[in-house]
Each structure stands twice: as C-alpha cells, then as structure tokens.
C-alpha cells in the first residue's frame, strides 16, 4: 500500500484499503493566495502519515457535518511560493464557509499531476481552473 501511494496510485492503494486513503487534518491559516486567486484553500500540515506522491489530486472532503464535498487538492511544497513548506492545500468546489480550526478528514480519490513551478500568478490560475475540471471529471467516474 505504501508504494502505491508513494507511486501516486490512489485508486489502488484504496482497493487495498477497502476505502479511499485519508488525510485528517485541522485547518489552518495560510498565506491566502488561493483566495486573492479565486480559489480558497484549507490548508493542514501532515501529520505522522505515509508521504503519498506531491502532486495535484482529485478528492472528496468530509466536513465536520458529515458533509461531502468534492475538491482538487495540492499536496507537497508549494514550489510557487517561498520558503517552500510542506502542505495538503484543498480548494472545496462548489462550497463556501469558514473551516479553520476544524478537523477534516480529505480522501485522495484520484492522481492529476506533479507539482509544478509555474510562469506566474496568472499561469497558477489556469492550470487550477484546469486542474479542478480533471478533478470534476474524475469524482463524476471519469
């Protein structure tokens, strides 16, 4: 199972688990880029887990409600944005509301990308308008 995470295969790792891998964390204050950017983030540091791939993954959220909400998530270093600093950054699609401070539990349902240094802010912006529709397309069984 850990090298199927760590080989940023989720779905597999997750048929070995018999549920999706999970990160649960308490969301924290954050440089609030995503916001200014369109896209506001729910930043956790990891805590004691198995280091699955960097990269941009599709994945499903449960909120402290029970809620489900479906969302594109940045894990790693944040290669944009300096001093790099290892973070889950989840943008919930189609969700709005205050979550800092509270526990949430993000399930890596499928693989995107790598993380990536982009050219600039607006580039950032297109390739997370991009990502979140891979991400849509995913979560819908794509």
Request: glycine share 10%; net charge neutral.
């Given at each position: 199972?850990?090298?199927?995470?760590?080989?940023?295969?989720?779905?597999?790792?997750?048929?070995?688990?018999?549920?999706p891998f999970t990160i649960r964390g308490v969301v924290e204050?954050?440089?609030?880029?995503?916001?200014?950017?369109?896209?506001?983030?729910?930043?956790?540091?990891?805590?004691?887990?198995?280091?699955?791939?960097?990269?941009?993954?599709?994945?499903?959220?449960?909120?402290?409600?029970?809620?489900?909400?479906?969302?594109?998530?940045?894990?790693?270093?944040?290669?944009?944005?300096?001093?790099?600093?290892?973070?889950?950054?989840?943008?919930?699609?189609?969700?709005?509301?205050?979550?800092?401070?509270?526990?949430?539990?993000?399930?890596l349902v499928a693989y995107l990308r790598p993380e990536m240094?982009?050219?600039?802010?607006?580039?950032?912006?297109?390739?997370?308008?991009?990502?979140?529709?891979?991400?849509?397309?995913?979560?819908k069984g794509g």
């Open positions: 199972m850990r090298a199927l995470l760590r080989d940023a295969r989720p779905g597999m790792a997750a048929e070995l688990l018999t549920r204050h954050g440089a609030k880029l995503g916001r200014t950017l369109g896209f506001p983030t729910a930043n956790m540091t990891l805590g004691d887990y198995v280091r699955p791939a960097y990269g941009v993954y599709a994945v499903q959220v449960v909120l402290p409600s029970g809620e489900r909400v479906d969302g594109v998530a940045n894990l790693g270093i944040r290669p944009m944005i300096e001093p790099p600093v290892e973070l889950l950054e989840t943008w919930l699609m189609d969700w709005q509301g205050d979550l800092y401070g509270q526990t949430l539990d993000v399930q240094k982009l050219n600039g802010l607006d580039a950032l912006k297109a390739q997370i308008a991009a990502d979140a529709t891979a991400a849509r397309h995913m979560l």
